[in-house]
């Protein structure tokens, strides 16, 4: 019975340690969250051996980027592969290290409401998906943010009062067409 017990667990010790890169609370367990829910179920399977989630740390899956300790995710980048749907709450509003985050051309539809704690995000390329309404004033929270691209949705044009103070911010893009990518120099010296 007491060899039963410590069998079973040594099993479980050993299946949990193959599955370490998806351990809960880990940033390769949010992202792989993330990826779960935005790949169409028709093409997760090939998706996942193929492209993000195949290696053994989740530093080394395509388009991640680690910190120095291989611990945080730094930046991460998925362009264009079909993404769809909104960003689901419990994944990129975990990573707490995220600096730059890429999910241009795709089809995301909305951000999570726990995205606004990203403090140290710097970088944020949604240009060319599917948001609509206007942009939260919660923008305002992202103290480090130098570029945020998300031209080619379908937002209001309005830009948010919060906006002003992003001190850092150089590069904004909220143009709806991917070509029409300018916002009037007044605007840009306020923010400075
Ligand atoms: C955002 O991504 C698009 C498409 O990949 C790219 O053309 C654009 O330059 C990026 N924007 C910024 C500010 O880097
Ligand atoms: C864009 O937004 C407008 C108004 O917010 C809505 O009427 C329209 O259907 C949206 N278009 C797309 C392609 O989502
Ligand atoms: C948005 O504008 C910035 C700055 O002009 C530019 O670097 C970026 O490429 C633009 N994004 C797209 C998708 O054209």
Redesign the pocket.
Known sequence: MGFGIFGFCLVLTLFFKHLACHQPNTDGFFVSEFLKKTVSSSSYSTFSKSYYLSGSSYCSWQGVLCDAQKEHIVEFKASGLGLSGPIPDNTFGKLNKLQSLDL?SNKITGLPSDFWSLTSLKSFNL??NQISGSLSNNIGNFGSLEAL?L??NNLSEEIPEATGSLVSLR?L?L?RH??E??IPSGILKCLH
């Open positions: 241009s240009s060319s691209d031209s080619n590069i893009n143009s991917r070509f990518q300018t």
